[in-house]
Every structure is written in C-alpha cells, then in structure tokens.
C-alpha cells in the first residue's frame, strides 16, 4: 500500500512492504513528487514505529513530584479536560496553548486548533515552524501576500540557474538536491551561498563561501550592483511592485568593496553572481534554515524577496521564490491555522470579517487577539499554565536547552502527546499516546503545496490512539463543560470535508476520491480545477495586487567571538537523522549514525592539538557538551558544526535563545563556542 514519508517536507511516495507486522522493504512510488526516488530515510528509516520506545498507554502525574502512573483512556482525558478547565476558569483563555504537530496529518492540526480556539478561546497556538521558516512566512507575507514555494519541483527541469542560499539540500531535502544537481548535470548553473563545502556547494558552477550570519549583506550588494549595472526588470518592477524608490535609496552602503568586507567572499564573486541571476530569465531561489533562523532571519529572506522582485523572477516558470520545508507536514501545519496570528488559509484572527466565516462554521464567538508565538509562550511561564504539546520535542530542538528545562519545570500543567518517548515525556503531566504515520489515515502537504495521502496499513500498538481521536475526545469533554458546540467527526475524511468547507479557495476542490491518484496542489477551489502550480502569475495576494519592496538592512549576530568564545557554532542536521532524532534516532538509521560528530577545521584543529576522531568539549557561554571531532575542511576556519540530533551531546545546551523581533526565530546559526580537550 502506498502512503507518504513521514521525514522531510519532499513528501515522497513510498510504498512499505511488510512481513509479520515488520517492514521488510521500502520501494518508492513511481509518481510524483518523487518518481521511484528516496534517500536513505525513507528507505531505512520507517522502522521507529516498531520501537521499544513507543508510548504504549496513556499515564497521569497526580500532582508536581509525584510519578507518572498508567491509566485508562477515560481517566486520563477526564483529568487532561479538568485541569485545563480549571486553569480556564481561574486565568482565563492566556494561560493556556495548544502547539499542534507538523508531523500530524492536516485534519489532526484542523482539529487541534479548532480545540483551541473554539473551545478553550486561545490563540496561543503555534508549531515547529517558528522554528525553521517563520522568518520566510514573515518576509513573504509581507511583501506577496503567500507564504509557500511559488514554484511546483517539477519546475526544476525548466530551470536554468539556481540560487541556493543557506541549504544543505544533499542532506536535508535528498531528493530535491538529487533533481537539481540532475539538472546542473544537464547544464543548468548553479550558485551556492553556504559557509560549509556541503554537497550542493560541490555540485555548484559558483560557490559563495560567506562567513556566518552575513548573506544580507551580499544579497543588498547583488541587488545594489544590478541596479548600477541596469541588469533590472524595469518594466517587471513599474508593472507588478510597489516602494521600489524607497528601497533603493536604502542600498546606499551596501557597495562590493564592503560587501568583501562583512561577508569574505571576492566582490568579484559577488558581481558575477549578481550578474548571472540577474541575466538568467528562468532562474529559481531555493532556501533553508541557513538563511531564516537568525536573529535578523526575516530581514535576510526580505533581502532574498526583493532582489526576486527586482529581476522579475516571481509568477514565472522555472523560478520564483521556494522557501524548502522541513517537517513532512509543516506546510499543512500552517495552512490548517497552527500560528497564533492566522486561522486556516492564513485568514488574519484579528480580521473580523475572516472571524466571521469561521465563527459560523464553529458557532462560537472567537478571540480577535493574536496570541503568543511558541518562543514567546515558554518565555510566559508561569504566567502561562497550561500547554497541549502535540509531536514535539522542545527539549530537544528549542536553544538553551537548560533555561527551558528550567522553565517546563515551573510549568504548572503540561500534556505530552507522541508516539515515543522523548526528552520532554519526563516533564509531563498527562501522556497519551498517539498512532505513527504507518498506523493512521489522513492527509500530508508537502514542500510545494501538494496535498496526498497518508494510509493506515497498521493498527496502533497498545492503547495508542491516532492524534485526530484524541483530540476529539479531549475536546467533546471541554465542549461539555463549556455548554460549546462540538463535532464528532467519525473519521479523518469527515474532518477534511470540515475543511473544505471552512476554506474553500484553498482547498474546495480536493476530495480524498481525487487523491487516489497523485496528489493535488492548492490552491484548488473546484473538483475539476487541476491545482495551481505557479503563484502569483497575474497579482499578487496584496490589497494592491502588487508586491511590496521592503528595505532591510545589516546588523551582526547577537553573539559574536570573544577571546573566552573565539569560534563560531552553527548547529543543522544531517542526511541519517531528524530533528530532534525521536523518529531516526530509533529506526535503523540509528546504526549508519550512532553518534553526534562535530565538524572542526584543520587550521582550527591544528592550533588547538585536536586529532580527527578525538573525543572533545564544545563549550559555549550557556553550557558545554561532549563530542567526537571530525576535523575537515567542510567547515571554514574558525567555525564549528554541530548536528542537533543527540539528545546526550544536545547542541542546543549551547545555542542562545536570542530572538529575530520580527518571527521570533532563535539564532541557530551563530553562537561562540571554544573547544576544550579532555
Ligand atoms: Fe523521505 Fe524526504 Fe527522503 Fe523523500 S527526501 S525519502 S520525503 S526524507
């Protein structure tokens, strides 16, 4: 039976084959998006489900000190509804959220903040992309209205020059990196701006090796130099963009000599690349986490936007602006309403008139408030007191992994939803155990905005439940008490027919009959509608119908070396493993990767005496970790690498939770370290 790939946001059709209850193989479909491919997660990955780590029923801490004990689905749920009622009744809808799962299916997110909002009056509702691409939402937004891949990855094949910023492809989206180094093989060109030698730098025909933290600051000087070169899309920018005089007074610093400067990389460099972006019509932007989870992330993938605009490479085959999502579901996690400002189809909560559609279809009044953004939210306890966590690991993945531990111990009331044990399992006070991808039916949306099935080809084991059952469950008893409405759809079909229903431009015209085949890509409003592929071809999703300019400009990290912390730490991920390592970490994978290695360069390595293999201390000013070195010229001098995978050498104990004001994104991507030998 086929369903998708529960890992990155490429949404592969894979096609398990089983044998006594166990995966004995993984074949690929052979449709899109992935034609028969897969890397190495799909095809070995799958087995987590079977670990002897699952979540088997469900248990309830009877106050703060006491241990969990096991009980039944009826006294946890009950106990779940009552605390959250009490903290309702005596603080009010702000002391409360609820973060749904990118890796839960589009109708468990739907329901989950439907419980939210409806039921407990919260916007306090968020998920892991505050993480990753709040940054890109943010700029997007702003400047096109959408906040998604413009473009569909079979574009890629049209493609003539690619503009990789900040993406580790090879490794993070494998099959997207295979297509467009398949492409380049073709004779497509291929810019890379990364610190790190990575597999898609290798593949490149040029390659920007920029210090961390400084791609603003050589995206305004390509910009910069377009303009003086005239290499613009005049008629593009006076027919489809608004403020352009504005932002281009604002690019008056930002001049090569300087740009060499900030960034290291040759001015010579900068303009050809600058030139050859500019000159190319069907050239497409691709990025990651390299260039979002940075203090002024909104701000660089603003600089990113613009320069699109000022070429005229949005609304056009074979380009645009494509933002890689990383959870398999973080895409639909978003369209289904999972941030704290917007409701499904990213209608405004504070917009009356979108609150209306929406209080009709739930009959009940909604808060007009935005609520907390998931940083924020564990910044608020305790005045927050209660959170519904749902498939996370915020011990694992949030940076400063000691201030949150310290700050879920204050935590007056949490419950754990999952399907493994994890690092934050311990600080919960419900746990109920949710069914894997292998176990459910439902819906995933992918990287380009193509929604497909998820097939249940297991039973749950134990007293796991799917998270759309819980959900409902925990939600028919606060409907209740509260005297709300409630449905109690019999399946997640019913729940997507809801959603059709409450946005219909999006995604009315997608049944699960259509999805039999291949998937469908929003937005599509009719059953005969094919699914948009292109955004943004004709208007823009403005009030003006026009894309918005907007001047950004360059501040340094909020960390930067010392002689104490004379090195820079970037932390990412790496093609065996996931996130937080609670899926791979116990899948087979396990075995290809056992152990966090931490990239050191030679120079680095040879003044400190540090051997390849060597077991050393990264130490930054919030804590110190232990880690196998891998001296390699991957890295840059004076940058190290680690893979934030291993919940017993957590790379986010160092990391610093300093935030971008704008998505409230930590910095990932830059904090001081020095390394220590044993
Ligand atoms: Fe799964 Fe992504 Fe690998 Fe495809 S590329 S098999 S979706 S992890």
Same mark, same amino acid.
């Given at each position: 039976?086929?369903?998708?790939?529960?890992?990155?946001?490429?949404?592969?059709?894979?096609?398990?084959?089983?044998?006594? &209850?166990?995966?004995?193989?993984?074949?690929? $479909?052979?449709?899109?998006?992935?034609?028969?491919?897969?890397?190495?997660?799909?095809?070995?990955?799958?087995?987590?489900?079977?670990?002897?780590?699952?979540?088997?029923?469900?248990?309830?801490?009877?106050?703060?000190?006491?241990?969990?004990?096991?009980?039944?689905?009826?006294?946890?749920?009950?106990?779940?509804?009552?605390?959250?009622?009490?903290?309702?009744?005596?603080?009010?809808?702000?002391?409360? $959220?609820?973060?749904?799962?990118?890796?839960?299916?589009?109708?468990?997110?739907?329901?989950?903040?439907?419980?939210?909002?409806?039921?407990?009056?919260?916007?306090?509702?968020?998920?892991?992309?505050?993480?990753?691409?709040?940054?890109?939402?943010?700029?997007?937004?702003?400047?096109?209205?959408?906040?998604?891949?413009?473009?569909?990855?079979?574009?890629?094949?049209?493609?003539?020059?690619?503009?990789?910023?900040?993406?580790?492809?090879?490794?993070?989206?494998?099959?997207?990196?295979? !297509?467009?180094?398949?492409?380049?093989?073709?004779?497509?060109?291929?810019?890379?701006?990364?610190?790190?030698?990575? /597999?898609?730098?290798?593949?490149?025909?040029?390659?920007?090796?920029?210090?961390?933290?400084?791609?603003?600051? #050589? #995206?305004?000087?390509?910009?910069?130099?377009?303009?003086?070169?005239?290499?613009?899309?005049?008629?593009?920018?006076?027919?489809?963009?608004?403020?352009?005089?504005?932002?281009?007074?604002?690019?008056?610093?930002?001049?090569?000599?300087?740009?060499?400067?900030?960034?290291?990389?040759?001015?010579?460099?900068?303009?050809?690349?600058?030139?050859?972006?500019?000159?190319?019509?069907?050239?497409?932007?691709?990025?990651?986490?390299?260039?979002?989870?940075?203090?002024?992330?909104?701000?660089?993938?603003? $600089?990113?936007?613009?320069?699109?605009?000022?070429?005229?490479?949005?609304?056009?085959?074979?380009? &645009?602006?494509?933002? #890689?999502?990383?959870?398999?579901?973080?895409?639909?996690?978003?369209?289904?309403?999972? #941030?704290?400002?917007?409701?499904?189809?990213?209608?405004?909560?504070?917009?009356?008139?979108?609150?209306?559609?929406?209080?009709?279809?739930?009959?009940?009044?909604?808060?007009?408030?935005?609520?907390?953004? !998931?940083?924020?939210?564990?910044?608020?306890?305790?005045?927050?007191?209660?959170?519904?966590?749902?498939?996370?690991?915020?011990?694992?993945?949030?940076?400063?992994?000691?201030?949150?531990?310290?700050?879920?111990?204050?935590?007056?009331?949490?419950?754990?939803?999952?399907?493994?044990?994890?690092?934050?399992?311990?600080?919960?006070?419900?746990?109920?155990?949710?069914?894997?991808?292998?176990?459910?039916?439902?819906?995933?949306?992918?990287?380009?905005?193509?929604?497909?099935?998820?097939?249940?080809?297991?039973?749950?084991?134990?007293?796991?439940?799917?998270?759309?059952?819980?959900?409902?469950?925990?939600?028919?008893?606060?409907?209740?008490?509260?005297?709300?409405?409630?449905?109690?759809?019999? /399946?997640?079909?019913?729940?997507?027919?809801?959603?059709?229903?409450?946005?219909?431009?999006?995604?009315?015209?997608?049944?699960?009959?259509?999805?039999?085949?291949?998937?469908?890509?929003?937005?599509?409003?009719?059953?005969?509608?094919?699914?948009?592929?292109?955004?943004?071809?004709?208007?823009?999703?403005?009030?003006?119908?026009?894309?918005?300019?907007?001047?950004?400009?360059?501040?340094?990290?909020?960390?930067?070396?010392?002689?104490?912390?004379?090195?820079?730490?970037?932390?990412?991920?790496?093609?065996?493993?996931?996130?937080?390592?609670?899926?791979?970490?116990?899948?087979?994978?396990?075995?290809?990767?056992?152990?966090?290695?931490?990239?050191?360069?030679?120079?680095?390595?040879?003044?400190? /005496?540090?051997?390849?293999?060597?077991?050393?201390?990264?130490?930054?000013?919030?804590?110190?970790?232990?880690?196998?070195?891998?001296?390699?010229?991957?890295?840059?001098?004076?940058?190290?690498?680690?893979?934030?995978?291993?919940?017993?050498?957590?790379?986010?104990?160092?990391?610093?939770?300093?935030?971008?004001?704008?998505?409230?994104?930590?910095?990932?991507?830059?904090?001081?370290?020095?390394?220590?030998?044993?």
């Amino acid at each position: 039976m086929r369903t998708t790939c529960p890992y990155c946001g490429v949404g592969c059709q894979v096609e398990p084959r089983l044998k006594e &209850g166990r995966i004995v193989e993984v074949r690929g $479909a052979e449709i899109p998006p992935n034609h028969g491919a897969l890397c190495v997660k799909g095809r070995f990955g799958l087995d987590f489900p079977f670990s002897g780590k699952r979540l088997l029923y469900p248990m309830v801490r009877e106050r703060k000190g006491a241990p969990l004990r096991r009980a039944t689905w009826e006294e946890a749920l009950d106990f779940a509804a009552r605390r959250l009622l009490e903290v309702l009744g005596r603080r009010g809808p702000e002391a409360l $959220a609820v973060f749904p799962s990118a890796k839960t299916t589009n109708e468990e997110v739907y329901l989950a903040q439907k419980l939210a909002r409806a039921l407990l009056g919260t916007n306090h509702v968020d998920h892991c992309s505050r993480l990753c691409h709040s940054s890109s939402t943010a700029a997007l937004s702003r400047s096109l209205g959408g906040a998604s891949m413009t473009n569909p990855l079979e574009d890629i094949w049209k493609t003539d020059l690619f503009l990789v910023v900040g993406s580790n492809t090879t490794e993070t989206h494998p099959v997207i990196g295979a !297509m467009i180094k398949k492409r380049v093989r073709q004779g497509a060109q291929m810019i890379v701006v990364d610190p790190r030698y990575t /597999g898609m730098a290798e593949a490149s025909t040029l390659w920007l090796r920029v210090r961390p933290g400084t791609d603003l600051f #050589l #995206l305004n000087a390509m910009a910069r130099f377009i303009l003086e070169e005239g290499l613009w899309d005049r008629a593009y920018v006076e027919a489809r963009t608004e403020g352009f005089a504005e932002w281009r007074a604002s690019l008056e610093a930002y001049t090569l000599e300087e740009a060499e400067r900030i960034t290291g990389v040759e001015k010579e460099k900068i303009a050809l690349a600058a030139r050859l972006y500019a000159t190319t019509e069907r050239a497409g932007t691709y990025w990651a986490m390299g260039l979002t989870q940075h203090t002024k992330g909104t701000a660089t993938v603003q $600089a990113l936007v613009n320069l699109a605009l000022l070429t005229g490479k949005v609304g056009k085959e074979g380009a &645009g602006l494509n933002p #890689l999502r990383g959870q398999n579901n973080v895409q639909g996690a978003g369209d289904m309403g999972a #941030l704290p400002d917007v409701l499904p189809g990213y209608w405004k909560v504070a917009d009356q008139e979108a609150r209306r559609r929406f209080e009709a279809l739930w009959a009940t009044p909604l808060n007009p408030d935005p609520g907390l953004r !998931m940083t924020e939210v564990y910044e608020a306890i305790p005045e927050v007191e209660a959170i519904y966590l749902i498939g996370e690991d915020p011990v694992t993945s949030e940076p400063h992994q000691d201030h949150l531990k310290a700050k879920l111990e204050r935590l007056p009331f949490l419950i754990v939803q999952d399907i493994l044990e994890n690092e934050t399992t311990p600080f919960a006070d419900v746990v109920l155990p949710a069914a894997s991808f292998l176990e459910e039916d439902g819906t995933f949306t992918n990287t380009d905005r193509r929604v497909q099935r998820v097939r249940k080809i297991l039973d749950p084991p134990g007293e796991a439940r799917p998270d759309w059952w819980i959900t409902r469950e925990l939600g028919k008893r606060l409907a209740q008490a509260l005297g709300r409405p409630w449905s109690l759809h019999p /399946g997640p079909e019913a729940i997507w027919e809801e959603i059709r229903q409450a946005v219909p431009e999006m995604v009315g015209g997608i049944t699960y009959r259509r999805l039999e085949g291949e998937g469908v890509r929003w937005p599509c409003p009719q059953e005969d509608h094919p699914g948009e592929a292109v955004l943004f071809r004709q208007r823009f999703n403005t009030p003006s119908g026009k894309a918005r300019f907007i001047p950004v400009h360059f501040t340094p990290p909020a960390e930067t070396p010392s002689e104490e912390y004379p090195l820079v730490l970037s932390t990412g991920r790496v093609l065996y493993h996931w996130h937080g390592g609670t899926l791979s970490r116990n899948s087979r994978l396990q075995e290809a990767y056992p152990e966090l290695k931490v990239e050191v360069n030679p120079k680095d390595a040879g003044r400190l /005496g540090i051997h390849d293999g060597e077991i050393i201390q990264v130490v930054s000013r919030r804590g110190r970790i232990r880690a196998r070195a891998w001296v390699t010229d991957r890295t840059p001098e004076g940058v190290v690498y680690a893979p934030f995978h291993f919940a017993e050498a957590p790379a986010n104990r160092l990391t610093l939770d300093a935030l971008d004001p704008t998505s409230r994104i930590p910095e990932y991507k830059v904090a001081a370290v020095r390394l220590e030998k044993l």
